[in-house]
């Protein structure tokens, strides 16, 4: 009998311990997948006002309001989450005939636990029997290292001088590239940029940005390569004469076996190039690199030295200006290439040929 009582409560202790899961182990990467959508991607004689979303794990969103585009536009588009289910909805009203909808979320939905998000997030349908069926890509560059999933990629119609709101946006994926599918015969500008203040649009005026202009929509779209501007260049200031005077004595003082011998290995230039070499003590040299006189690599020797860090840094003068100069959307202009930073150490009693690097 007391082994009967001691089984049954243990029994019971049993079915009151609580179940949790197990701490530690590798952090869950994989955004939330969809289990059902309605309507299904490219339903054709469509004309509802609600769409659905379920996913195989409940969601959140951080930003779902600013993140909704629609082409052409929807009015008065809502949007509600509870558990698994994302549902929009928006006022009845007579759809253009024979048109393809898109409505577009982006990146705004992603999983409770880690907020993953799952690209891209779209509902595509035709009010007729056909759908749009084009489609354009490409690979964004920038100017420095950035994370991909940070940046937004707008297509606004071919011309646009002032961008405020996109026909389509969407997102790159982690290698930088994006494509946009189920697109119209149109020829758009390509605008990407870094929504630092998470407003939802794009402040020209302090917010990176790159843009590749007039590309068409295609059956089979090549995809094009685009630049993103998120470095700026500032030209280094002149030492104080002090600054220089301190050097130059100290050159003169040192022992040679205590300098490091520095030259710098220079690959040719296809324009008007400036370059700055900086030590840590303050000391700078100025360098301007013309094609005309450098058709091949040059080998600058800039003798003895004070060893230590060095920093070579600088930009292609592509308008001939001397100065550096931003990207424009407004003007069609490019930044100016700025070059690779580069560090690097000059030690005592060392003879150093150092390559300069000026490509990505």
């Known amino acids: 009998m007391r082994y009967h009582l001691f089984f049954f409560i243990a029994l019971i202790l049993e079915g009151c311990a609580v179940q949790s899961r197990p701490q530690g182990g590798p952090r869950d990467e994989k955004p939330p997948a969809i289990v059902a959508q309605s ?8 004309s509802g006002n609600t769409a659905e ?33 994302l549902s929009l909805k928006w006022e009845p009203q007579e759809l253009l005939s024979n048109t393809t909808y898109r409505i577009s979320l982006g990146d705004a939905i992603g999983d409770l636990n880690e907020n993953n998000a799952y690209p891209n997030l779209q509902f595509v349908w035709s009010t007729g029997p056909y759908i749009d069926s084009l489609s354009l890509q490409g690979t964004i560059v920038p100017s420095k290292k950035t994370p991909f999933d940070k940046l937004n990629v707008w297509l606004v119609p071919a011309g646009t001088d002032t961008v405020s709101t996109p026909v389509f946006s969407g997102t790159p994926d982690k290698e930088g590239n994006f494509s946009f599918a189920y697109m119209p015969a149109r020829t758009f500008d390509v605008l990407v940029f870094e929504d630092v203040n998470f407003n939802g649009s794009w402040d020209w005026e302090t917010e990176p940005f790159g843009m590749s202009k007039n590309h068409p929509t295609g059956m089979d779209s090549t995809p094009f390569t685009m630049p993103f501007f998120n470095s700026t260049f500032t030209t280094p200031e002149s030492p104080k004469e002090g600054i220089i005077d301190s050097i130059a004595a100290l ?42 006189r450098q058709a091949d690599t040059i080998y600058v020797n800039l003798g003895n030295l004070l060893p230590g860090k060095y920093t070579f ?48």
């Open 313 to 360: 840094k600088g930009f292609v003068d592509e308008n001939l200006d001397s100065n550096w100069t931003p990207a424009s959307w407004f003007n069609n202009l490019p930044g100016e290439f700025i070059l690779p930073e580069q560090t690097f150490e000059l030690k005592g009693n060392w003879d150093l040929e150092q390559p300069l690097n000026f490509k990505l």
């Open 251 to 292: 050159l003169d003082t040192a022992k040679a076996e205590s300098l490091g011998h520095l030259v710098l290995v220079v690959p040719p230039v296809d324009s008007v190039t400036y370059g700055w070499l900086m030590h840590e003590s303050g000391y700078e040299k100025s360098f301007v690199f013309r094609p005309e």
């Open 53 to 85: 979303v379920t996913f195989d794990e409940y969601i959140q969103s951080k930003n779902l309001r600013t993140a909704i585009t629609t082409t052409p536009v929807l009015e008065g588009i809502e949007a509600e989450i509870k558990g698994k289910r």
């Open 39 to 46: 309507p299904v991607m490219g339903k054709l004689n469509w």
